[in-house]
């Protein structure tokens, strides 16, 4: 008989950890079922918005495709392919034989590792990778950055001294936003924490600022836009480099107070007097008259931003375009002012605290590519798995990650992991990659542990920090993360012989961190930023409005900025080449795009994040369509260099002719995965015909926008 006993209700503040905005939540238990999950508006960075998403944590927590247990597959015999449930014990020291055996026997590059783009969104999976990765010294690794935000690391070590100096669009205080690539409405911003965006653009209009957008397709951001501009995909750089052209020709470039910390203008402008507005316009799209006075906007504005994103990164000039964001902003004198771009101060400084990181210190075996981090470009991993010989990948370690579908030429890397002689994953699931694991270790959920939102505070449009508890017990049996790489670390210690060292728990550094970090002193009218304060303030504390830091924050030698720097500069003769040699011929130029209920691959299992009209679809102009005897919702086979798909078409104006975008992490067709919701709401992966020879040649980078392809109607 049920009982009629009231339940209990409770209330909980949390952050959103599901992308960069780490919205603030409230979500109302009774017992432990979760009743409702709203925005917090004392949250002092996201002031009560929130996404679908956020109400997804839900799904998440309740998934039953979410392994609780560490499963291990049969390699032979009957049950070869079977998932088989086994105790952590057995998991944890299977794993730390197999990659020490590996280790011994081939050497420290026959083990990979690979962590995906979740990895930074738990503060876990960051502090405690070094418990076992540093018994691990393989030259053998890969991440997500190389498919996404590589050229804005190497861009800031090159002009700041540091991998994690990014600086922030100060778009509160800001009176004109140049904005390429990128669609903030969509993502809630990248490489940029901006929760409540589309307010945030209202009240800038509001004000009178002017947003301009330029991109391949009218995005939902563009649609928000005072001015919108189509580019033609892959030529950012040249419209870049007309406007910086225009600035040193009009004698509009005036760095202000940079100027006493910044050289090497002169020598920019000597090399790019070729890159002109009539040039650009050529290649672009976009009129050279157009170009002139965008320029001569931006010089004139009192507080201006250049901003580019994944469109401008993930190309074959990604470097190089964003190196000229920034000579664009630094010659205008909007580096480091407020309402320009300017560097946070978060509560524990990841910038004052990490190494500032390296390029090109060492190069792939197969492809002679630059490691950047001491990572190398994920495209080059599956060739690094199948090309014999010594240094070959064995064994490989992936965290949070699903490479088969997030990076270029999927179906080779699929390939290529079925050959291992072992892999683990770190993962709460059987996906796409992990269905090649010989072991899956699932941490806890995110709601079953704590959160300190390490990366995006570094990044945030304002300075603020929160700390909260879990909403619910860790379950019997489970594991977080940090203690699966801290009891995995111990195991492979002692294989080697070495003295294991007890962690810190995340908690622990981060206090530490606190103690370490800008707010530890007291501040007027402030008591010190401490864990305990924090604890007792689960919405959060706002630590002020980003301030200008320069020169003190650099960490270049002499605290300057050297604009002439020679990688770029070298660059430039690359982009003159691939003038001369001419373009794609008839080729459509095929692009991403990201949806607000969606994030890379991870969010497909969740039925309040794929009901409704399929996304998964090819937009087209109605030329482009016409032109191939195609119409709306018709099937098509789209084809590259490297394979092709089955798709239905969209037809929308929103893009340019030439055109045509898919969006990137779906693909959930393969056998052998245990994700029920994401089956049937497949799609067709994008990255099984991105092409994993196409790369940014200046940085490694992958080059997943801007591939040719051909779209025929399926006959």
């Not at 501009?229 to 910086?244: M, N, T």
């Not at 969006?663 to 099984?688: F, K, T, V, Y």
Request: some cysteine; aromatic content about 6%.
């Amino acid at each position: 008989m049920a009982s009629n006993q009231p339940v209990d209700t409770s209330r909980h503040l949390r952050a959103c950890h599901l992308c960069e905005a780490i919205c603030g939540l409230r979500i109302e238990l009774a017992g432990t079922e979760i009743l409702s999950i709203k925005g917090d508006p004392d949250d002092p960075l996201s002031r009560g918005h929130i996404c679908a998403k956020a109400v997804a944590l839900q799904d998440i927590q309740n998934d039953p495709d979410r392994l609780r247990r560490p499963v291990r597959r049969e390699r032979d015999g009957d049950n070869a392919g079977q998932w088989q449930e086994i105790s952590w014990d057995e998991a944890l020291d299977t794993v730390a034989e197999k990659l020490v055996a590996t280790q011994l026997r081939h050497g420290a590059d026959a083990v990979g590792v690979y962590l995906g783009n979740p990895t930074v969104h738990n503060y876990g999976m960051m502090t405690h990778q070094s418990t076992l990765f540093k018994h691990l010294p393989t030259r053998n690794r890969y991440s997500a950055t190389s498919v996404d935000q590589l050229p804005h690391h190497l861009v800031s070590l090159w002009l700041y001294g540091h991998k994690l100096m990014l600086p922030v669009p100060d778009i509160d205080r800001s009176d004109y936003f140049l904005m390429l690539g990128a669609n903030p409405m969509a993502s809630n911003g990248s490489i940029w924490t901006v929760p409540d965006v589309g307010k945030r653009i209202e009240a800038f209009k509001k004000r009178g600022g002017k947003l301009l957008v330029v991109d391949p397709r009218r995005s939902e951001t563009a649609a928000l836009a005072t001015e919108y501009l189509p580019i033609k995909p892959g030529s950012d750089a040249l419209f870049l480099l007309a406007l910086l052209h225009t600035l040193f020709e009009q004698q509009l470039a005036e760095p202000g107070r940079l100027a006493a910390f910044v050289s090497g203008l002169d020598k920019v402008a000597d090399a790019i007097t070729d890159f002109t507005p009539e040039l650009a316009a050529q290649h672009t799209g976009i009129e050279a008259a157009a170009i002139r006075r965008i320029a001569g906007e931006l010089a004139a504005a009192e507080a201006a931003i250049c901003y580019g994103r994944m469109g401008v990164s993930t190309q074959a000039y990604g470097a190089l375009s964003q190196w000229l964001i920034q000579l664009i902003n630094i010659a205008t004198g909007n580096l480091d002012r407020p309402g320009g771009s300017l560097f946070s101060t978060p509560a524990v400084d990841q910038v004052a605290g990490a190494g500032r990181g390296g390029f090109d210190r060492y190069r792939s075996r197969v492809r002679n590519l630059p490691e950047f981090d001491r990572e190398f470009p994920a495209a080059t991993l599956a060739e690094e798995i199948m090309t014999p010989g010594e240094g070959q990948i064995r064994s490989l370690f992936t965290g949070a990650g699903n490479p088969v579908l997030s990076t270029p030429n999927g179906r080779k890397l699929d390939q290529a992991l079925a050959q291992l002689d072992f892999m683990v994953s770190l993962d709460p699931y059987i996906n796409e990659t992990t269905r090649h694991a010989d072991i899956i270790l699932p941490p806890t959920s995110p709601l079953e542990h704590d959160h300190y939102d390490l990366a995006f505070h570094g990044i945030a449009v304002r300075n603020t920090a929160r700390f909260n508890a879990p909403l619910f017990e860790k379950p019997e049996g489970a594991l977080h993360d940090w203690e699966i790489f801290s009891a995995l670390g111990e195991r492979v210690a002692r294989l080697l012989n070495r003295e294991p060292v007890a962690p810190f728990t995340p908690e622990q550094i981060i206090d530490r961190g606190l103690q370490l970090g800008p707010y530890a002193a007291a501040r007027e009218g402030e008591a010190p930023l401490t864990l305990a304060s924090l604890k007792q303030a689960p919405s959060g504390i706002d630590l002020g409005p980003l301030q200008s830091q320069l020169p003190q924050r650099l960490f270049t030698p002499d605290k300057t900025i050297k604009c002439d720097t020679p990688e770029p500069l070298a660059d430039l003769d690359r982009l003159r080449s691939s003038l001369a040699e001419g373009g794609e011929g008839n080729a459509l130029l095929l692009i991403g795009r990201r949806h607000v209920r969606s994030n890379n691959s991870w969010m497909h299992n969740y039925h309040r994040l794929v009901k409704g009209p399929d996304r998964c679809t090819l937009l087209m102009h109605p030329q482009d369509m016409a032109a191939r005897n195609l119409a709306d919702g018709d099937a098509a086979t789209i084809s590259s260099r490297v394979g092709q798909l089955r798709v239905t078409v969209e037809s929308t104006t929103d893009i340019m002719p030439g055109v045509v975008s898919l969006p990137h992490g779906w693909g959930h067709d393969r056998e052998g995965i245990r994700l029920s919701i994401a089956d049937q709401h497949a799609g067709s992966s994008c990255n099984d015909i991105t092409d994993d020879m196409a790369l940014d040649q200046l940085s490694g980078n992958a080059a997943v926008n801007g591939v040719p392809v051909a779209v025929c109607a399926v006959s």
